[in-house]
């Protein structure tokens, strides 16, 4: 019986939207008042969706202290109230959402490969940038014939 | 890198369900109160799902730009503060929100066909019809026997 | 054509979580707060997604009148405002939520057997226990290389 | 002890805004879209706030039988899934929520002075018409100079 | 400049609504389904509104630090995952929303008289028992002429 | 007939709370993680609450066109997708929400004295910074005894 978790997670970060290799202009044209020199911010909603088999002596398919204690550690302690642009990661890539969803899940796939979630199983990572927008990688609401 | 983009637009929008195949009193057993001759409404909230690489440049699945003109040209401008039995698609199908999510899907592949997303994908279109129930077309969380 | 619909259903219950297999040290180790042996409760959201093909003549992907019926009979009314350690299942079974999705789908898939949903088919049934934590069964968005 | 209770009812309905004592040219400039002459619709939210006092043996402000009883007869009958410019009320007013905010505190004022919410009284009436859009009467959190 | 300050926490509790006073039937008139012998529970989200002058150095109206302290101790550590008719308070007391909701304030009340929140003041406490159900004491958007 | 309307718009925008006057030790007792040097971010949504007559003839407490340019002209085109520290009032004014929301409250005065919203009249400004927490000026849910 292999059943899901989701977890939300909340950070309040600040970014600037800018590439390096690109000029003020296609700046601009990139990111347009996301560029803005001196940054803005959101409130981000990271959900953390696991999967794995219900444990049929906790009924449980992820021990919740396990996973917030990962996902604190590696995710919310690092990113919470900070300026993404600060991150050495992101000094070669843009700290778009998307880019943030990346990273989150590499981190927390390596923290996963560590044991630190027991037996589960990281699906996926979808950050929620605002009311309106949201990002997830891997794993998405997609299925085509042949997919993969 | 594939990752996903959900992005939400909002309709106000009046409909009546009424099939003309149907007799009066199977309109009323199949559509209800839904059936009452001079209609009435809901906010939608139309959810557009696209896919695609993240751009190694811009750190983006799809430029918000495009996005929003595609939608807003498509769906919002032609929907928004509208009867939806006013339109011509629905004349001959009842306009449910199962069918408004068909025709939004319809209307979007179009418009994505023809490169107003650039290299993004349409995955999927999701539509609230109130708090308690949503429509999503063509892909749900469906996954079939076998496919683990 | 084939599209999804999902409708949410809302129950107030208790639980305590206690595994009889398990000392009272495994049990305040694997439970924590929610071992406390008076119970506590939660508003629970459940979400029945659905599928099927859109029908040509009434527009819809199943009869929401025989949809509320089913999930009234068989789910709200048995479990709503209960404590869901007093059921005979959860007297062997821990009543998490992993396993109140179970149970919810289970009781759900023999009445859809039963044809209660017509054509409709029974696709995942999604338990939200806190504004922060949700689970579902059997499908999520998860998706192995191979598949289909 | 005088305590408020809050307690949501949901509508969904269609309007047109249209002022006959206008010409077509003002009634645009007016009413914008929403003087489309097909209509367009709403799910409305409507909270009914009622006080009193903490009754010593129940505990409670207001009998919640009672309560749904009234605003379900008074409100919810009347108006789910109709068009509003289709009642006697609104031939001679503008169907604005505005309006239907004070009708929706006539019909309910006058159901309470006929008892039906034994000694809780009405205190005030918000609803929602969009995620972003609300209206209150007769009260509201306003407080003029000097009122401290 | 006096500006006001609502900060929401979080508790998950069970409780039977039952009074001694009454007869069996009696109860079940007065609390329905709430009557349940073996109880039923709720996410209660607890809404603590505190009012005070902006600090001209600081900016803020009240150290959320303090705040969080004062509330998590008296309030959320209290109430979190119980059943509220284990405390003495609901021996005598229906544990209604309401009946909470005064005594949350009572408790918070009392710690702002022994200053655990400098010079803010506690305005109200509002409780959100389900989506659609909330409390609020002992202020609420009520004012009438000559009102208290 | 005297009703209200709030409209929420939405902000997106970075913040450093940093008080000159006060030692680094004293800055980090006071903000916290929110004196970080690079800042932060929050998705700020600003609720204005407009009070008014309903016109007899359009059935509106306030044109919403007037009311949208009004608020976007003032408050979200100056500071969506800005750093609130560039403004020259957080200079001299740490930018906590508090001191925004005054600041907000004052613009939007200033531009309803000019005639702005036509008769209605503006009554408070609440802005929620993240999903827990709201502010609000000037007006909130307190009453006094004599109030009125």
Redesign the interface.
Request: charged share 20%.
């Given at each position: 019986?292999?059943?899901?978790?989701?977890?939300?997670y909340?950070l309040?970060?600040?970014?600037r939207?800018h590439?390096e290799?690109?000029s003020e202009a296609e700046n601009r044209a990139?990111?347009?008042?996301?560029n803005?020199p001196?940054?803005?911010?959101?409130?981000y909603v990271v959900e953390v969706?696991v999967?794995g088999e219900?444990d049929s002596?906790?009924?449980?398919?992820c021990?919740l202290?396990k996973l917030d204690a990962c996902v604190n550690t590696e995710i919310v302690e690092r990113f919470?109230?900070?300026?993404l642009?600060?991150f050495e990661r992101f000094e070669k890539?843009?700290?778009?959402t998307?880019?943030l969803?990346?990273e989150v899940y590499r981190l927390l796939s390596h923290a996963v490969d560590r044991g630190a979630l027991g037996k589960a199983e990281l699906?996926?990572v979808r950050i929620e940038e605002?009311?309106?927008?949201?990002?997830?990688?891997?794993?998405?609401?997609?299925?085509k014939?042949?997919?993969?």
């Open positions: 019986m292999r059943a899901y978790l989701g977890r939300r909340r309040s970060a600040s970014h939207l590439a290799s690109l990139a990111f347009g008042k996301c803005n001196f940054g803005h911010g959101h409130n969706i999967g219900v002596v906790t009924g449980m398919v021990d202290v919470d109230h900070t300026n642009n600060t890539e843009v700290p778009t998307e880019n969803n990346l699906v996926s605002t009311s309106n927008n949201s990002f997830e990688y891997p794993v998405a609401r997609e299925r014939a042949g997919a993969e």
